[in-house]
């Protein structure tokens, strides 16, 4: 079983940047694919990016492509989410997630994932 921990949530002005780090452990993360989702206060648990187990396909949100960046170390058994040029509409808590089962246009369905980071907040300020 991988646990997870998501760190690098803050607070940032609108147009600032931030870098959510997810460490893994437990279990190499190399058979994952992993993801990153985020919870607006009120609102659904929403995608926002994912990443193949090689990292060799990415995958998004309209509202985040251009300024997001998901990638993915595995000897270091870490997925990174770069994201630019944030507005307040981006804040939420932050979650990394991991699904051992891979199955082609699931991406972006949070039930095909496993496994759960704790979040992290992330607030950006106008």
């Known amino acids: 079983q991988v646990q997870l921990v998501e760190s690098g949530g803050g607070l940032v002005q609108a147009g600032g940047s931030l870098s959510l780090s997810c460490a893994a452990s437990g279990r190499t993360i190399s058979s994952y694919a992993m993801g990153w989702f985020r919870q607006a206060p009120g609102k659904e648990r929403d995608f926002v990016a994912a990443?193949?187990?090689?990292?060799?396909?990415?995958y998004y949100m309209d509202s985040v492509k251009g300024r997001f960046t998901i990638s993915r170390d595995n000897a270091k058994n870490t997925v990174t989410l770069q994201m630019n040029s944030l507005n307040p509409q981006d804040t939420a808590v932050y979650y990394c997630a991991a699904r051992s089962t891979v199955v082609p246009g699931t991406e972006t369905k949070r039930a095909w994932y496993d496994h759960w980071g704790q979040g992290t907040q992330v607030t950006v300020s106008s």
């Open positions: 990443i193949t187990q090689t990292g060799g396909t990415t």
